[in-house]
């Protein structure tokens, strides 16, 4: 093999791709990047079995040919040089050497037979997102997901196709986020995916900002993620999803709107003292048009008090600030509700107006004063 | 006590006083910061008892008296508080109270008598320096000194004052730097302060842009550091220094002179083979107008070339990457010498012209070829 490529341009492809690789993997190979020539430039590609990422970069194809090279070493040579032509050639006993203006390297690479085959799969069916769309819903759902692997299928996000909607939805026992999104859709679909891979997803489509549109492929085991010319093959979870929807209460008593921000802001000032002390707990108490925030621990005391609107009872309820403002923080209206029953029901964080999210949150039992 | 303060200068003063507050020790009272009302303001002071900062904030002063607020947190609600004015108060039995708008936190605060008394000195010698020559000083030789405390004196930086010049000395056995200035002082004076502490002032010093001049006043075992509205007071470090000048060679059979940007992208493209294998070892071969730069480990080697001027010998010696780095990333200069005897003797790194800066690196001993 022996190719010429620009440095920033290999870079770049390579702050993606590296994403795959495992840090962790007692698999020598793995800890490697693949780096083969194909008609349109290098493929290349990395996995750590739940991950995969191929990427294809142009370059000019001297010599045909592949290698798997050391990942973090490759990619530290790589950003080191000065952006300019790279030259890599590799020799039949897998030296790799990589030169650029006065640099020469010389590395040891591995025999790409020993890669795992990442494959392609029998595209069974497929489905188009809108790029934006589709990251909102990852980072509106994906924090909410245990993050225990002992924990089973919640440490997964199912995504649930409909005739014309997507839902996301991810709970780890103390809560559960639930986000909606229209979408063509033909096919009835219910997979799950681990939330910590959908979050790198998010990070890789954020270094690909050309691209508008998110395909999934789906076969039994695995689905394909398609975004300009990177693809991210990603294992799908097995097992059944809890019944989400016989969660969510139905009713409510309490009706609080409340200016987001505002609320965000004083329970975040209530957690300085909230989280010194057990739990993070804060205690919410509603009464006529005011909310009143207080939180306790051996160093001290804290009271907030905001505006708000209440529609129903009053109520004293108590939560860990952490849940509240993970669900606050993970949507921008101006405008939120929160939807109560007892001290003891959970709370159901949702927007004004539509269903494009609903956070239910269990509260915390608080002592009667 | 009682005070109304702007939430935006209490901050930045916290920020500089809170740096002397130790996290690791184990006398509660140096957990917290002192609060005490002066006439200028509100004084504030934290000690570790190896470096104490004193910093005082105009407020407006409704009831004189002072208070020991946990450090931490008390920082942590400042900061989360809204731009506007702060009332702190404090009831006799040191329970602190702290309002701005809506929000208002109650806590434990501790009786100023515990607090260790930082006192005054009694001024024996002042000096005064450009802030930041004394900044650059410390830049450039603090990284030198020992980290490790159980090497003694070592860790500490000689300051030595004479008539017109102010050097200052590190070293840790690898490596020394010694930076000199010219400065108007009288007396001579041969200090030692812990590198650490130096670094710190350092940092503090880049908080206060509006201040020119540096104010040092010694007695025998103390040093403060006058700059602006802050007062640092440091523990000097007693033994006697290493005779520095009897180390620096006063001749050499090479010298090289190269740009110094050139030669740190160099080094530091073979750093990335170097740091894989053991001692970070890179090897420097000069002849005619080259410098080749070679390092190896299991995983490649890497060759660099850049051309220098060579007088004198043709060398071939091998160096710890890091301690060549940390000399040349630490002056500005476009060239830079290299003197160097043999490849067992040390090098010295020094400017073109005058003498600044001299790094004394010692070699690392190479096979052969």
Redesign the interface.
């Known amino acids: 093999m022996k190719i010429s490529v620009n440095q920033s341009l290999l870079s770049k492809v390579l702050n993606v791709v590296s994403k795959a690789v495992s840090s962790r993997t007692t698999i020598p190979i793995l800890k490697g990047i693949l780096l083969k020539t194909v008609p349109e430039g290098l493929k290349l590609s990395a996995s750590d079995l739940d991950i995969s990422i191929e990427k294809t970069v142009p370059v000019t194809v001297l010599e045909e040919g592949s290698v798997v090279v050391?990942a973090s070493?490759f990619t530290?040579?790589v950003k080191?040089?000065?952006n300019g032509e790279i030259e890599i050639s590799c020799d039949p006993s897998m030296n790799?050497t990589i030169k650029c203006l006065?640099?020469?390297?010389?590395?040891?690479g591995q025999s790409p037979e020993e890669f795992p085959s990442i494959g392609e799969i029998s595209a069974k069916e497929t489905y188009e997102f809108d790029k934006n769309a589709f990251k909102e819903m990852i980072s509106r759902t994906s924090f909410a997901a245990s993050i225990d692997e002992s924990k089973g299928i919640i440490v997964g996000i199912l995504m649930e196709l409909d005739e014309g909607a997507m839902n996301m939805v991810a709970l780890d026992g103390f809560r559960m986020a639930v986000a909606r999104s229209s979408v063509a859709s033909l096919d009835r679909k219910r997979i799950i995916i681990n939330a910590r891979i959908l979050s790198e997803i998010n990070k890789i489509l954020m270094d690909i900002p050309d691209a508008d549109t998110v395909k999934l492929t789906l076969d039994e085991k695995r689905g394909v993620v398609d975004i300009s010319d990177t693809k991210i093959i990603i294992r799908l979870l097995e097992g059944e999803f809890i019944r989400y929807r016989d969660i969510l209460p139905k009713e409510h008593k309490v009706r609080v709107t409340a200016n987001r921000k505002e609320l965000v802001?004083?329970i975040?000032?209530a957690s300085?003292?909230a989280r010194?002390g057990k739990n993070n707990l804060i205690v919410l108490s509603v009464a006529d048009d005011r909310l009143t925030i207080t939180s306790r621990s051996?160093?001290?005391?804290?009271?907030?008090?905001?505006f708000i609107q209440l529609e129903g009872d009053e109520i004293r309820i108590g939560f860990n600030a952490k849940f509240i403002l993970d669900a606050l923080k993970a949507v921008d209206d101006e405008e939120i509700l929160l939807d109560m029953n007892t001290s003891v029901s959970p709370c159901l964080i949702r927007p004004v107006e539509g269903d494009a999210y609903e956070y239910l949150i269990l509260p915390v039992r608080i002592s009667a004063n």
Do not use: H, N, Q
Request: proline share 6%; charged share 35%.
């Open positions: 050391p070493l530290d040579i080191m040089l000065p790799v006065t640099s020469e390297y010389s590395i040891v802001d004083a975040e000032r300085v003292m010194k051996e160093e001290g005391t804290v009271r907030e008090e905001l």
